[in-house]
């Protein structure tokens, strides 16, 4: 017997079909971030990050908010200690914000090199607050997708890694990367028994008062009428998709996988990135590059097989 959120116990063979379910999740979550870059940087120079960030929050509250009053998951009991949905979407808001603010000055193979910092401050914070045990296998795991990360963001090339700095924005970044690497674990340890898509909406709702806040004085300065088309389609993409769904994959996983192991799929985001250039017109990695995009496909299985 397992036991699961709420105290209930389940068959181990239904715990273990949660696991895979939590790992798939995670697979599809890194696959809709990656395509949150590559529009990103389309983007980019179009809009304040707060403001589409607090646009992009506001979408994504109504469209899950929709969603779980439609599937009757928005009770008054959900909404108990609304606290906990500002402390979680204040960390995934301070998160956007300051990776903007960082990419200000950070160059992007740097702060590419920063977030795959993030499984491994995941792990530290899954010890601290859930006391959550990254063996062996996980740690090998976690430092084989690490090298074939890095090895992706710097395009194979040694005398790229061996240029890198840390800088002003770089800093800032990491500091963005520490909240977001706190949010995983702060999930399981604030959920009461709440569905994916009720804590998510509680999130969403939380972190867009707390974006409307803090840019105001940008949302009210931009000229929403005269975006170009270009800015609609990746401010309703990072909403819907990037934001709406992949908030209900983390949640869900976080729910059933180490926090390790959750972050551990943002490794995979560099690979999925270059499939998205790739369909987006882009140029393929050389076969140097899909060396490393080999060793984070280990890394993964090396988590599979612990499952096992």
Known sequence: ???VNGGAELPRRAGMSRRVQGHLAMLAFSALV??????????????????????????????????A???????????????????LGGMFAAYFVLMFEGLKTAKPVAAAA?????????????????RQVTTARMALALAVGAVGALWVIFDADLQAARAFQIGKGEAIYFLGCIAHAAYTPMVRRLNRGETPLMFTFGTLLAGCAVL????????????????????WIGLFYVAIFASAVTFVLLQFATLYLPSAK???????????????????????????VLAGIAMTVVALILLLEQDA
């Open 1 to 3: 017997m397992v036991r």
């Open 34 to 67: 990656a395509g949150s870059f590559s529009l990103g940087t389309r983007v980019a120079n179009e809009i304040a990050p707060a403001a589409i960030n607090a646009a992009r929050f506001a979408i994504a509250a109504m469209v899950i908010g929709t969603l």
């Open 69 to 87: 009053a439609a599937t009757g998951k928005v009770t008054r009991r959900a909404f108990a200690a609304p606290w906990r949905y500002l402390v």
């Open 114 to 130: 920063v977030f795959t910092l993030t499984p491994i401050l995941s792990g530290l914070f899954g010890w601290w607050l859930l």
């Open 212 to 231: 409307v806040v803090f840019g105001w004085n940008d949302i009210r300065a931009t000229d929403w009428a005269a975006l170009p088309p270009i800015v």
């Open 262 to 288: 959750v972050m551990a799929y943002t490794y995979l985001t560099p690979s999925w990135v270059i499939l998205w250039e790739i369909a987006l017109g882009g140029s393929a990695p050389n076969g140097l």
